[in-house]
């Protein structure tokens, strides 16, 4: 049985072309004629590859690699070995991924389940309310509710549910077993596979007597070109709307509480929880499987280390870690104080 390709690689490009792509720099004499036929990584690169060096873990494959290019910063020119191309690039992982979407075009996006003949499947179901624009796929088993409007370019995968008044808005993929609910979605938005958005908050008025439902009343607004990763959720607001903020990133099983607002161009790593009602100002970065309490503010640029614990309000621009989370540098102090205390004898 011979091994699929899932996706067309595209012609040989030339050096020259990916130096004049990515904006790189490279010696006066080099050969910028020869031909790239592929990417990979720098210890498994042959010749007519392109590879990378930005993590200095790696510069001991960087010694042995047999690809015909290295995209490198600065500090790294020099220790490219004799035969291979030194493209000298400011961010060399930025300008990777530039590269490969010039021969993966179509990995930019995920590929749709039923192949690329687009239209609205026989197997779907379209309540004769909703409003679908012309472009749009909608796969087998998908289902668009009373009222629901989706935008031209669209994809609906294989099983998704729209919910009853949701609005998806254009260019968008919304993947296979995906369920919206009280949602309103920009343009260009990735929802990838067993995504759930809008379903109930965790909200209980708790007594000795037992424990009051709150009716969660508020909506999902997904701004422009978000991506969600597989099998994250994200709860409507209570009394408010949860809002997920322009270009943000979210990984795999990530939580987002009811009437959290996150910011624009954020990034949420795998199995973050945010509890309900904080705000993450723009650029936030979360590492992860890190926690953040709920009613608390996390600053503009402000990143939180892997496996930490954001309880109370973070200032913007800061690093920190922990639990609870602290600047790096008093976390990093503590962590040594601990490892002296558990060394003396």
């Given at each position: 049985?011979?091994e699929?390709?899932f996706?067309?690689?595209?012609?040989p490009i030339?050096?020259?072309?990916?130096?004049?792509?990515?904006?790189?720099?490279?010696?006066?004499d080099?050969?910028?004629?020869?031909?790239i036929?592929?990417i990979?990584?720098?210890s498994?690169?042959?010749?007519?590859?392109v590879t990378?060096?930005?993590n200095p873990?790696?510069?001991?494959?960087?010694?042995?690699?047999?690809?015909?290019?290295v995209?490198c910063?600065?500090?790294?020119?020099a220790k490219?070995?004799d035969?291979?191309?030194?493209?000298e690039?400011k961010?060399?992982?930025?300008a990777?991924?530039q590269?490969?979407?010039?021969?993966?075009p179509?990995?930019?996006?995920?590929?749709?389940?039923?192949?690329?003949?687009?239209?609205i499947?026989?197997?779907a179901?379209?309540?004769?309310?909703?409003?679908?624009e012309?472009?749009v796929?909608?796969?087998?088993?998908?289902s668009v509710?009373?009222?629901?409007?989706?935008?031209a370019?669209?994809?609906?995968?294989?099983n998704?549910?729209i919910?009853?008044g949701?609005r998806?808005?254009?260019?968008c993929h919304?993947?296979?077993?995906?369920?919206?609910?009280h949602?309103?979605?920009?343009?260009?938005?990735?929802?990838h596979?067993?995504v759930?958005?809008?379903?109930d908050?965790f909200?209980?008025?708790?007594?000795?007597?037992g424990?009051?439902k709150v009716?969660?009343v508020?909506?999902?607004?997904?701004?422009?070109?978000?991506?969600?990763?597989?099998?994250?959720?994200?709860?409507?607001?209570a009394?408010?709307?949860?809002v997920?903020g322009?270009g943000?990133?979210i990984?795999n099983?990530?939580q987002?509480g009811?009437n959290?607002e996150?910011?624009?161009?954020c990034?949420?790593?795998?199995?973050?929880?945010?509890?309900g009602s904080?705000i993450?100002?723009?650029?936030?970065?979360?590492?992860?499987?890190?926690?953040?309490?709920?009613?608390?503010?996390?600053?503009m640029?402000?990143?939180?280390a892997?496996?930490?614990?954001?309880?109370?309000?973070?200032?913007?621009?800061g690093r920190y870690?922990?639990?609870?989370?602290?600047?790096?540098r008093?976390?990093?102090?503590?962590?040594?104080?601990?490892?002296k205390l558990?060394?003396?004898?």
């Amino acid at each position: 049985m011979s091994e699929p390709h899932f996706f067309t690689k595209s012609n040989p490009i030339s050096v020259a072309s990916i130096v004049e792509h990515v904006g790189a720099n490279c010696a006066e004499d080099a050969n910028l004629d020869q031909s790239i036929t592929d990417i990979a990584p720098i210890s498994e690169a042959r010749t007519g590859h392109v590879t990378f060096l930005d993590n200095p873990k790696y510069v001991e494959d960087l010694a042995n690699t047999e690809a015909t290019a290295v995209l490198c910063s600065k500090r790294y020119v020099a220790k490219v070995p004799d035969g291979v191309l030194a493209l000298e690039v400011k961010n060399p992982y930025q300008a990777f991924s530039q590269v490969s979407a010039l021969f993966y075009p179509q990995a930019m996006s995920p590929l749709p389940f039923f192949g690329s003949e687009g239209g609205i499947s026989q197997g779907a179901h379209i309540h004769p309310t909703a409003q679908v624009e012309s472009g749009v796929t909608i796969e087998p088993g998908a289902s668009v509710g009373a009222g629901a409007e989706v935008g031209a370019g669209t994809t609906i995968g294989v099983n998704a549910v729209i919910g009853q008044g949701v609005r998806i808005g254009r260019s968008c993929h919304i993947g296979a077993n995906v369920v919206l609910q009280h949602s309103l979605v920009g343009d260009h938005v990735i929802l990838h596979p067993g995504v759930c958005v809008g379903q109930d908050g965790f909200g209980f008025a708790m007594s000795p007597k037992g424990h009051q439902k709150v009716p969660q009343v508020g909506r999902v607004i997904i701004q422009d070109r978000v991506e969600i990763g597989a099998n994250s959720t994200i709860d409507r607001g209570a009394n408010k709307d949860t809002v997920i903020g322009e270009g943000t990133k979210i990984d795999n099983q990530v939580q987002i509480g009811h009437n959290v607002e996150v910011g624009r161009h954020c990034v949420l790593v795998s199995q973050v929880g945010i509890s309900g009602s904080s705000i993450l100002e723009d650029f936030v970065a979360i590492g992860g499987q890190s926690g953040v309490a709920g009613h608390i503010r996390i600053g503009m640029g402000a990143q939180v280390a892997a496996v930490s614990v954001a309880k109370d309000d973070l200032p913007a621009g800061g690093r920190y870690g922990g639990v609870p989370a602290k600047p790096v540098r008093q976390w990093f102090r503590e962590l040594a104080a601990i490892k002296k205390l558990t060394e003396k004898e």
